[in-house]
């Protein structure tokens, strides 16, 4: 008897739906809601290996942070993509936006996407993989929302994916419009989907921190014991090829842990590369021949009137204007080569990794030093001509 009533009982909660004339049955716990309502949702497909279907699987009401959020440089920009979205010139168009967040890893692309989605108050599908029938499942939505897609170049793959992409923005066939949120850390993408305002109407690119956050960063995190060495850590951000959270994060916790950030080239950030500008003999690797080369030039700057070699050096000749001293050079030691370096080191020490070979000899006193060839196992000599202004990130903005 207790069997039976049970039966009866999953009887009265099944469900059927009328699909085209075709009824199907649903489970007795199916809530049928006109919309899943607003929150940040999750593109998957079911679990069930039977079935095709996507769905959304709710994650939360919004995207949460558990950290402070330093200034960004992009707060006028999300404004702009608000006032655009909300507008009733572009309400009126029933189209779609398109907006890349392009920079390096650390830069803030992804978390300045989540603050504009809160911002809107919409519902953000993120989609993580380019799904069969991706395309049908979002233009069949009939409400508006977020499509966000994080680090795009990877989840959809240039020449295998583009016709995928290209379809989800041009929304032909949507129900309603759609925001769509892409993140890249290269641009990558489609060239159809670049410089054409229709599918992408905005491109903002992240870069290096924004001087008062470098501050408040370090203000918040460096500890009181070890505030004599802001100063290091400043100079040490100005002089990155790049300056990231992650990074500056590193460097106060070298401070905090050691007290005091590491000589040199230590740690593993990206620091701007020097330039410097030289003279390549390509086939002179004995070091004492510099004597004669000197001895030349010295004797044809004096009688030309130049101050410097390198001004020497790009002069026309006395007797034949269309050729330089450079020419005059390569005619008299073979193969030279005016051309400049580059290198993570402020100064050409010995064993520097320099873009165009190692040093083997830091410079005399006169500039001549050795190199050997990046790609060759060659060592020629070499004169410094001109280290350039060190490299600067902000400009004394720190």
């Known amino acids: 008897m207790d069997k039976i009533e049970s039966n009866d009982m999953e009887l009265t909660r099944q469900k059927w739906v009328n699909e085209g004339g075709i009824y199907f049955p649903i489970s007795g716990d199916t809530v049928l809601l006109k919309t899943p309502g607003k929150g940040v949702f999750n593109l998957v ?16 009401d919004v ?8 200034e960004l440089g992009c707060e006028e920009m999300l404004k702009t993509i608000k006032k655009t979205w909300e507008s009733d010139v572009f309400v009126g168009g029933e189209k779609n936006l398109g907006i890349i967040f392009n920079g390096l890893k650390g830069t803030g692309k992804t978390l300045s996407a989540k603050l504009l989605c809160n911002a809107l108050g919409l519902p953000v599908v993120i989609v993580q993989c380019p799904y069969e029938g991706l395309v049908n499942f979002l233009q069949s939505l009939c409400f508006e929302c977020i499509v966000f897609i994080d680090e795009a170049e990877k989840t959809f793959k240039k020449g295998e994916d583009d ?19 892409l993140t890249t850390n290269q641009l990558t993408l489609n060239d159809n989907l670049l410089g054409r305002p229709g599918r ?8 290096n921190m924004q001087p008062k956050a470098v501050k408040d960063y370090i203000d918040d995190n ?8 802001r100063e290091s850590i400043l100079e040490q951000v100005d002089m990155l090829e790049i300056s990231t959270i992650d990074i500056l994060k590193a460097l106060v916790d070298e401070v905090n842990i050691h007290g005091c950030l590491p000589e040199r080239q230590c740690l593993n ?13 390509y086939y002179i690797s004995d070091l004492n021949k510099y004597i004669e ?9 004096k009688s030309d009137g130049a101050s410097t070699i390198l001004e020497w050096i790009q002069k026309p000749q006395k007797n034949n204007k269309k050729k330089t001293n450079e020419d005059l050079l390569d005619e008299k030691f073979e193969s030279v080569y005016l ?24 410079p005399n006193a006169d500039g001549y030093f050795l190199m050997r060839g990046q790609y060759e196992d060659n060592v020629r000599l070499c004169l410094l001509l001109r280290k350039k202004n060190n490299p600067s990130l902000y400009r004394g903005m720190l």
């Open 200 to 207: 992408i109407r905005y491109r903002f690119e992240f870069g």
């Open 163 to 181: 016709d995928v992409l290209l379809r989800l923005i041009d929304g032909v066939y949507n129900q309603t419009r759609k925001l769509y949120i």
């Open 222 to 229: 460096l500890r009181p014991e070890y505030a004599d060495q």
């Open 63 to 70: 995207f949460e942070f558990n950290f402070k959020i330093y």
């Open 45 to 60: 497909k079911s679990p069930n290996p039977m079935d095709a279907r996507l769905g959304l699987q709710k994650i939360g």
């Open 339 to 362: 051309t400049t370096i580059k290198s993570h080191a402020p100064v050409l020490w010995r064993e520097t990794i320099t873009s165009r070979g190692t040093i083997e000899t830091e």
């Open 269 to 281: 950030i990206p620091t701007a590369k020097h330039t410097f500008d030289i003279l390549e003999f």
């Open 293 to 301: 080369i000197k001895a030349f030039i010295e004797e044809r700057m």
